[in-house]
């Protein structure tokens, strides 16, 4: 696979050291002089250009490219870089690194990202994974379809501790993809039993309740308080004690 990366910042290099290990041929294509550190990265092509002038693009054959990242610090040439790939040369799929949180909804398929990769949305998901048990953490957006990555760790006290996993009604667009019991990730069957403190990943659907999912995990109907006795024979509540005289 050929691809071309947009930033030779630390996050770059850190890319193309990753892909070079997998044997993809990397392109870093950077218009800061002092980012060239040609040497920490040897194996790649360099290419001092500026990644948002369509000559730049065409010197590094962007064309011929598989996927080209965007990793620059500046969301704004992260954009440009992501649109130019897509509409001038038509590249498969393009990665757009997010810097600020608050830009994410740009960053989509109407300015060319396929996907795109917020590191401070990803950290706080690994700090509330890393904390949470019982709250649904979205881990990971896909952009072009909506659909999400959630986790939970299922509390002692979740209505599905000891449950099949086939006898479950999960809502529509959910789906069990993983359960993590200690360090042993697996894909669930039907007849596997879900334990107190397994970590569920769930890919859902953009159109899924999160509140009912995470009522059907956690919260326990048994726990709700129900009807006097009065009131379930009567068919109404059951009636006020008479005032003392």
């Known amino acids: 696979m050929r691809v071309v990366i947009a930033g030779a910042g630390s996050v770059g290099r850190s890319i193309a050291r990753e892909l070079l290990a997998h044997d993809h041929e990397v392109v870093i294509v950077d218009k800061q002089p002092a980012a060239m550190r040609v040497a920490q990265v040897a194996e790649a092509e360099w290419i001092l250009a500026d990644a948002c002038e369509l000559s730049s693009l065409g010197d590094a054959h962007v064309d011929d490219c598989d996927v080209i990242v965007a990793a620059t610090g500046d969301d ?6 992501s649109l130019l790939a897509k509409t001038e040369f038509g590249v498969p799929r393009t990665v757009a690194r997010v810097n600020n949180p608050a830009n994410e909804w740009m ?18 998901a690994m700090v509330e994974e890393a904390v949470a048990v019982g ?19 299922l509390p002692p006290g979740s209505p ?5 996993v086939g006898s479950v ?13 200690g360090a042993l990730p697996f894909a669930p069957s039907a007849d596997d039993t879900l334990e107190a403190g ?14 009912a999912l995470q009522t059907l995990l956690v919260d326990d109907p048994a726990e709700a308080p129900g009807p006097g006795a009065a009131e379930v024979l009567s068919g109404g509540p059951a009636p006020s004690p008479p005032d003392e005289a």
Not at 76 to 81: A, G, I, M
Not at 198 to 211: N, P, S, Y
């Open 76 to 81: 704004k040439v992260n954009l440009v870089v």
């Open 107 to 124: 960053f989509d398929e109407s300015w060319g990202v396929d996907v795109a990769v917020s590191t401070p949305r990803i950290m706080t």
């Open 135 to 153: 709250d649904l953490v979205r881990i990971f957006t896909f952009h072009q379809s909506g659909a999400d990555i959630l986790e939970l760790t």
């Open 160 to 164: 599905l501790v000891g449950s099949r």
């Open 169 to 181: 009604e999960w809502p529509l667009d959910t789906v069990l993809a993983a359960i993590v019991r």
């Open 198 to 211: 397994d970590e569920l990943l769930i890919v859902a659907g953009r159109e899924v309740d999160e509140e």
